[in-house]
């Protein structure tokens, strides 16, 4: 059996969620940039199964505030290592659930796997 606590993309090969917990941080810890979150979409559901409160998480992708350009943030992400499609300017962030405010001059950019 796999390990559940992977991210797996094809013949990529696995990636250990510790990896982009450490990529993450360091993105987070950049100066200009004002928050980092995983993306829940509209589609996430909570709901019960056999009396248990069960959450259907719908968030495959990273959501970065920054005032960074695409090719810096990639830069710190590693994108190659996380098996990352790259990323990309989110144009409709209204299609993502609870995201804090964005500061002016700031845009949000996707971390994406697809």
């Not at 009396?51 to 992708?61: N, S």
């Not at 300017?89 to 697809?114: C, F, G, M, N, R």
Request: aromatic content about 8%; glycine content about 8%; some cysteine.
């Amino acid at each position: 059996m796999k390990n559940p606590l992977h991210q797996t993309n094809g013949d990529m090969g696995d990636q250990p969620l510790q990896k982009f917990g450490i990529n993450l941080k360091k993105i987070e810890e950049r100066p200009d940039v004002a928050w980092v979150r995983v993306a829940l979409h509209g589609d996430t559901e909570v709901g019960e199964r056999n009396g248990a409160i069960v959450y259907d998480i719908a968030g495959d992708t990273i959501l970065i505030c920054t005032t960074a350009n695409i090719a810096d943030i990639e830069q710190t992400a590693d994108c190659k290592k996380l098996c990352s499609d790259g990323v990309y300017k989110t144009y409709d962030s209204a299609w993502y659930t609870e995201i804090p405010s964005i500061p002016e001059e700031y845009q949000v950019l996707t971390l994406w796997w697809d």
